[in-house]
Nanobody, 123 residues
Framework: VQLQASGGGLVQAGGSLRLSCAAS????????MGWFRQAPGKEREFVAT????????YYADFVKGRFTISRDNAKNTVYLQMNSLKSEDTAVYYC?????????????????WGQGTQVTVSS
């Protein structure tokens, strides 16, 4: 079972990136999915989550209106569209699969984690 996050990179402030998280080894179409991030010297924090049918979407306050989480169960992939990026969005972004059909803001509710993709926003 593997979650492969991709799409990170270097972008200027105000720019956009789209992260993808592809699952292999099993289907996660019945699982909630989430994105977390960890900035240098900081603890990992919740970014967004989406339920198995595409509902149950929740965002951290600091990304509301800028980031959009979505999923394509046919492709076993979840996405994070990030717009209006700020320097404080610089972090390693991780995708995760929840233990149930819905995700939460808590890391404890996630059973599988991807390896992370680096997002660097230059000011």
């Amino acid at each position: 079972v593997q979650l492969q996050a991709s799409g990170g990179g270097l972008v200027q402030a105000g720019g956009s990136l789209r992260l993808s998280c592809a699952a292999s080894g099993r289907t996660f179409s019945n699982n909630g999915m989430g994105w977390f991030r960890q900035a240098p010297g900081k603890e990992r924090e919740f970014v967004a989550t989406i339920g198995w049918r595409g509902g149950g979407i929740y965002y951290a306050d600091f990304v509301k209106g800028r980031f959009t989480i979505s999923r394509d169960n046919a492709k076993n992939t979840v996405y994070l569209q990030m717009n209006s990026l700020k320097s404080e969005d610089t972090a390693v972004y991780y995708c995760a699969a929840a233990r149930s059909s819905t995700g939460t803001r808590s890391e404890a509710s996630y059973a599988y984690w991807g390896q992370g993709t680096q997002v660097t926003v230059s000011s």
